[in-house]
């Protein structure tokens, strides 16, 4: 009886650190990325560097992501989801401290370095959940996307206080990060050594199960819809402040009210994939957020109020949000497996970060070429419109 009773206290406390080890891997993803935008200026003028070169430290993890997406999958099946969890973090862990370093080339490796870490952990993130929570996706998903959000909007707003409020310099306010790094590779050093034997049963008559996504049409919708969905993501974090300012709003103001579209869109992260895992089609929260979205896109082109735009930043702030995170519940609900979310989610982050990286340079070229923002918001709109396309395809009650 008292060994039944160890057994049992001892899988609880498993589950509990598995569910911390999920926060803290979310509280990863972010802000080792988000953290550098505000400090662009400084970092350029400190190491003397280019627009363009200051440019790569954002567009760098893109290219990173974008590179080892594929890769990642494979690495869970060799290593198992938690030891290439655990491999992500040491990388992320060095890519930080190395970043923090005032020599050019330690900067773009570390940058480099912390692409390559993330990417990991944003794939088999799903694969993770998948495996470990099964009749739990959509909350496990939405605790993941939420904790996410809220770090990543934390640090941005931390970055410049830490590094000039407190006269602390850049390279403190980017290497505290590796804070959560730490906390992770210890957790999920434990995590790794425990016996996974759901993972070895389900590797072993995998094979029975088609897992070659890249020929599933429905694959490739709901890598569409988490590619178009990035696209307008990065567009808005790149250009809506610019947006803005040149319809009359100030620098400062229009910097916060990206922010607060950040912070708007927290209980969309959360609900959303809660919601999804109730129903088996999936298409009216993609109406819903469509609608939000192309209105909120539309209020920037035809708005001339403020109260119209602080509206609009609103509709955009849910919609970026709830369709991040909905891109995020469809890689656990559209699969039967944890191999298969795991393909999935290397396939749908490839094709999404790919577009990611793309996007702000093409809306910038277009204003370059027409010299206003009416030709690059009807852009947005238009791209709005594939995303609900391809988010009907996604929300059908199928499997890849």
Known sequence: MELNNASQQGRKLDQILLFIGVIIIAFNLRPAITSVGPLIAIIR????????????????????????SPVAPSLGNRLTNERAMLMGMGLLLVGISIRSVSVILMVFLGTFLIGIGIAVLNVLLPSLIKDKFPNRVGLMTSVYSTAMGIIAATATGLS????????????????????????????????????????????????????????????????????????????TISWLPQILHDSGVSMATAGWMLSFAQFIGLPASFLVPVIAEKFKSQRGIVLVLSIFSIGGYSGLLFGKSYALTVISIILI??????????????????????????????????????????????????????????????????????????????GRNKFV
Not at 196 to 205: V, W
Not at 351 to 359: P, Q, R, S, T, V
């Open 45 to 68: 003028d400190d190491l003397g560097l280019a627009n363009w070169s200051a440019g790569l430290l954002t567009s760098l993890p893109l290219i990173a992501f974008a590179v080892m």
């Open 317 to 394: 702030g849910i919609a970026l949000a709830g369709k991040f995170a909905l891109a995020l519940a469809f890689l656990g609900l559209r699969t039967q497996t944890a191999r298969q979310a795991a393909q999935l989610s290397g396939m749908a982050q490839t094709l999404g970060y790919i577009l990611a990286a793309i996007g702000p340079i093409f809306i910038g070229y277009l204003f370059d070429l027409t010299g206003s923002w009416t030709i690059p918001i009807i852009t947005i709109i238009i791209v709005a419109c594939f995303v609900t396309l391809f988010g009907f395809g996604a």
């Open 160 to 235: 410049v206080p830490l590094a000039s409020g407190l006269g602390l310099g850049w390279q403190f306010a980017l290497i505290i990060w590796v804070t959560p790094a730490i906390i992770g590779i210890l957790i999920w050093i434990y995590l790794s050594k425990k016996k996974n034997t759901d993972y070895q049963i389900e590797s072993r008559f995998i094979q029975t199960i088609n897992s070659n996504v890249w020929h599933s049409p429905l694959a490739w919708q709901i890598a569409l819809f988490m590619g178009f969905q990035s696209f307008l993501f990065y567009v």
